[in-house]
C-alpha cells in the first residue's frame, strides 16, 4: 500500500514540476494565474485563456483568442513559439502580460536599431 501512494505522489509530484506557471497580467493591473506545458505555443495559450475567461476580468473579454497577445521580456511572442523554447522555469510562477491587439511587429533579432540604419552619417562638426 505504501508503495503504490508513493508512486501516485511522485508521478504526481513530477509532472506538477514539469509545467509551467504563468501569471497573466492585463493593462488594467487584473491577473490571473495559469498552468501550462512547456509544449504549449503563444497561439495554444491565447486559445486557453480565451476558453476559460476568468470571471473577474469580463470588462477586458475580448471576441475572439487571435488578437490575444502574450508579451515576456519586453517582446511580443509570436504564435508559434513554446514556453519551453523560452527556458522558463518549470515549477515556478513566471509573469507575462496579456494585450489585446490585432497585429504584431515582425520579429527581429537585432532590435529596432538595424531597421533605422542607413549610409548617410548624422554626425556634427563642432569647432
Request: a neutral charge; glycine letters at 6%.
Amino acid at each position: 500500500m505504501l508503495v503504490l501512494l508513493w508512486l501516485i505522489y511522485d508521478s504526481f509530484s513530477s509532472s506538477s514540476r514539469s509545467q509551467v506557471n504563468l501569471r497573466l497580467i492585463l493593462v488594467s493591473g487584473k491577473t490571473e494565474d495559469f498552468t501550462f506545458s512547456p509544449n504549449d505555443s503563444a497561439t495554444d495559450i491565447a486559445k486557453h485563456v480565451f476558453d476559460n475567461w476568468p470571471a473577474g476580468w469580463e470588462e477586458e473579454q475580448v471576441s475572439s483568442p487571435s488578437i490575444l497577445r502574450l508579451i515576456f521580456q519586453g517582446r511580443f511572442l509570436h504564435g508559434n513559439v513554446t514556453l519551453g523554447a523560452l527556458k522558463l522555469p518549470p515549477g515556478r510562477t513566471t509573469v507575462m502580460h496579456l494585450v489585446a491587439r490585432e497585429t504584431l511587429p515582425e520579429p527581429n533579432s537585432h532590435g529596432q536599431r538595424n531597421r533605422e540604419k542607413t549610409t548617410e552619417s548624422n554626425c556634427c562638426l563642432l569647432l
